[in-house]
């Protein structure tokens, strides 16, 4: 399911103010100015991101290797070098946080070698063996993936790294995650005067059983991606919870938030039923479930049009456009009748 946007990078963002980059200072330059912090940056993310990279005068690379087309410049992925108290840095670190836009990074050694390195995770196998492009360095991702890794996995991903650094589901805390031999150990820190780290806790690995490096390319198994589908349902049922109470505010009312999240599900379980499971469409069939009842497509007042079109062999975007477009032609009717 494709993701959604929850809007709380908006929130925090009005909340932190320009204060949010002197915050995360404290954390990774403990000691004053030294070069070894470095950000991921996912320029499809927001058109701003290359804008803010040209105009920082920060040392930056693209992580893509070859000739990058003009049309893919500003949506490729950077690694970029941040500078202690440097006004660059914190606006990028302003404008970033709380909205997705990519992990911090310590590592103290040259450009060349944590672009190397980093480069090595873009394209790994799925559960079926197929090459995908791994946007590790969304947030979202990372925080899920990591803790998931194995003590050989979680070697090879750290490579050269000291700590990666990203924002929580909370953007009021950031996440250190540190390798200690093969265990993944995670501190959760508040972005808050005095800076007061929260006990760090080991997520997983063994550190008796020697690691080695991992040869080849990256494989997602088959319980790493059935973490990724479950975040992805989450997200899309807090998506949608969001949606429903903008625009559906009395019958959200009516159902209580237990009950809106509820028929959510069962929406998202009834779509798919019809072969309609990309994000938009699910939308779109839920929207109708609440105008005309959850049981629509076997309800005999709509029998003439929901069961043939949700029954025919369209792709999903064609059918749920359908759907959509008959429920507002059959609410029209009825508001008419009503009216006569």
Partial sequence: ??????????????????????LLEKHLWPKGSRRDVWMILDGARDLRIFGLLLESHLEYVCLYGGFVPKALEAAAPYLV???????????????????????????DTTLDTVRRHL???????????????FRYYDPRVFRVYLPSCSGEELRTVFGPVESFWVEDEKPKTVLRFELDGSRLVANALPLETPVVPRPAVAVNGNTS???????????????QWSIFSQEEVQKFENWMMAHLH?????????????????????GIRRAATYGITAKRDVCKYIDVMVVLGRDFDRDERYASWAPRILEQRSGSSAK?????????????????????
Avoid: N
């Fill in 209 to 223: 059983t020697p690691v080695r490096k991992r040869p080849g390319m990256l494989a997602i198994r088959r319980d």
């Fill in 1 to 22: 399911m494709r993701e959604g946007t929850s809007g709380g990078g908006r929130r925090w963002g009005e909340l932190m103010g320009a204060s949010c980059s002197l």
């Fill in 119 to 133: 480069r090595g995770f873009l394209m790994v196998r799925d559960p079926t063996g197929q090459r995908i492009l």
């Fill in 81 to 107: 070098q941040l500078e202690f108290e440097d006004r660059g840095t914190r606006r990028l670190l302003d404008q970033a946080w709380g909205k997705s836009w990519g992990i911090l990074l310590k590592c």
């Fill in 320 to 340: 749920a456009e359908m759907v959509l477009q008959s429920a507002i032609r059959q609410t029209r009717q009825s508001a008419v009748a009503q009216h006569a």
């Fill in 246 to 266: 903008k625009f559906f505010r009395r019958q959200c009312a009516a159902m209580g938030e237990s009950g809106v999240r509820e028929l959510i599900q069962y």
